[in-house]
């Protein structure tokens, strides 16, 4: 699989062997030593899960697998692009703090970042926005293929088929081994999504497809082809044009996440990256993850007024639904996205006029900071809490935002992948299971019974 560069996360610090587990089997009285490994600047320490499989009863046996549904304690891989630490709430791209980044940083340049493992000079910069910006066309036959798509169809729905579709457009994207092409290949995905994903939305409500301007920086250039009427040269505010880089800086990656997974498990098969992020897109489509923001405004139109917090949150409290937006698997403190969105939003309502949604929100969220139940559960808002209001305040239907987050995590998606075939430890993704189904037994058709 690994080609003959080396990935960053290969070269990064190597692996210190500190001790070693002693496994003592009380079923044979047999002992194993598993060495425990510690990497990273970080310091992560772990086992290799194939280390278990000698230890077996008797020599026909498989051997001892580690079950782990839903991954709660297996590092699929050794990443050196995103690190998180839940308990403190930190993020860093390639070390560099979240914060930092949202406060100085342009999307394409965090973009950069994650793929090359360092902030880009000044040429190395304009080079790559000149190739970002030459790449933003799609081909006519897009067009007619979204289309053909009804206009209430789920944005999503179709951006993981367009993006599948590009494919089809570029037959040598297959030949992911060769560095000139994925880099070719890389450009374009980051350059031709926002035109797809405002191509979607200028098709649900019915307009004229605008095409890309390249007098226009990357997400001006998204919100001209998204809003621009019939206007010669569409003039975004200031504030939305720096608050949707600063939220696709946020979203761009983070780290394991499901739809990062879902990516690396499809391109380990080789395939091309089209169809790689097609599927990113469509296990980012699902409520619990991406599909998250457009189900926060949901719960607060549920909710409709501040007055009915207190209800809604003993319902969910009582197990009736979750409160999107809260919780994360790995967080267990604030996110720390979370904390700009919600300046950001702070920003963007002054301008357009706060709602009484985010009333509600902060209501909610005030609650939900103080009551055992999610304290003790220590669920927080996350990314998705605040995103949608932004967004619905800057003119996107709700049913749209997992389109924004997609637009900026196929800058991560792509680094990710492109980590995972550089990695010399990695091969096509194929987990074991626990059998439980029954023995083997004759077959007997039903079919000629009564
Ligand atoms: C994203 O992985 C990533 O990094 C994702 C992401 C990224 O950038 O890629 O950060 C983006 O997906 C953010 C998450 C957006 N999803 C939501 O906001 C949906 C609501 N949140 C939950 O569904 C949940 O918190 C998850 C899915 C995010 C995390 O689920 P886990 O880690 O599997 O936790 P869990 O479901 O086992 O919950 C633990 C307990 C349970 O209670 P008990 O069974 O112990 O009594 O907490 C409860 C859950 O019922 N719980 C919630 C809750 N989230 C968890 N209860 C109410 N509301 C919630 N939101």
């Not at 939900?368 to 998705?384: G, H, M, Q, T, W």
């Amino acid at each position: 699989m690994a080609t003959t560069e080396t990935s960053p996360a290969t070269a990064a610090k190597s692996t210190s062997s500190q001790g070693s587990l002693e496994i003592r089997d009380t079923r044979t009285g047999k002992s194993y030593n598993v060495p425990v490994a510690t990497e990273g600047v970080e310091g992560d320490t772990f086992v290799k899960a194939m280390e278990l499989r000698p230890i077996k009863q008797s020599d026909d046996e498989f051997g001892l697998l580690s079950y782990d549904p839903a991954f709660m304690n297996t590092a699929s891989c050794k990443s050196a692009i995103t690190f998180i630490d839940g308990d403190k709430g930190i993020l860093r791209y390639r070390g560099y703090p979240i914060e930092q980044l949202a406060e100085g940083a342009t999307f394409l340049e965090v973009a950069w970042l994650l793929r090359k493992g360092e902030l880009p000079s000044a040429p190395e910069y304009k080079q790559f926005v000149h190739d970002v910006t030459y790449h933003t066309y799609v081909h006519k036959n897009i067009e007619r293929f979204l289309e053909g798509f009804r206009y209430d169809a789920h944005p999503m729905s179709m951006l993981l088929s367009s993006v599948g579709a590009l494919s089809s457009f570029y037959p040598q994207a297959h030949r992911i081994s060769d560095p000139e092409q994925r880099n070719i290949e890389i450009i374009r995905l980051i350059a031709k999504v926002p035109t797809i994903a405002a191509f979607i939305l200028r098709h649900m409500r019915g307009l004229p497809f605008v095409y890309p301007d390249n007098d226009l920086s990357y997400t001006e250039n998204f919100l001209s082809m998204c809003f621009r009427m019939t206007e010669p040269r569409y003039k975004a505010s200031e504030t939305f044009k720096r608050a949707l880089d600063i939220l696709f800086i946020l979203h761009a990656d983070h780290e394991q996440n499901a739809s990062t997974s879902a990516v690396r498990a499809i391109g380990s098969t080789q395939v091309d990256p089209y169809s790689a992020i097609a599927g990113g897109i469509a296990a980012l489509f699902g409520p619990l993850h991406g599909g998250a923001n457009e189900q926060v405004l949901v719960m607060l139109n549920q909710i409709g007024t501040k007055s009915k917090v207190n209800q809604f949150v003993d319902d969910v409290k009582s197990g009736k639904g979750k409160l999107m937006g809260f919780g994360h698997r790995v967080y267990k403190n604030y996110d720390p996205r979370a904390r700009i969105v919600k300046k950001l939003a702070d920003q963007v309502l002054a301008e357009t006029g706060s709602d009484e949604d985010l009333e509600i929100a902060m209501e909610l969220e005030k609650i939900a900071l103080s009551d055992e139940y999610f304290v003790k559960r220590k669920l927080y808002p996350n990314v998705d809490f605040y995103t949608g209001l932004i967004y619905r305040a800057m003119g996107f239907p709700t049913e749209y935002f997992t389109v924004l987050f997609a637009i900026a995590r196929t800058a991560g998606w792509l680094s990710q992948w492109e980590e995972m075939l550089l990695d010399k430890d990695q091969k096509i993704a194929r987990p074991r299971q626990i059998y439980i189904g029954p023995g083997e037994r004759k077959y007997n058709s039903k079919l000629n019974g009564k």
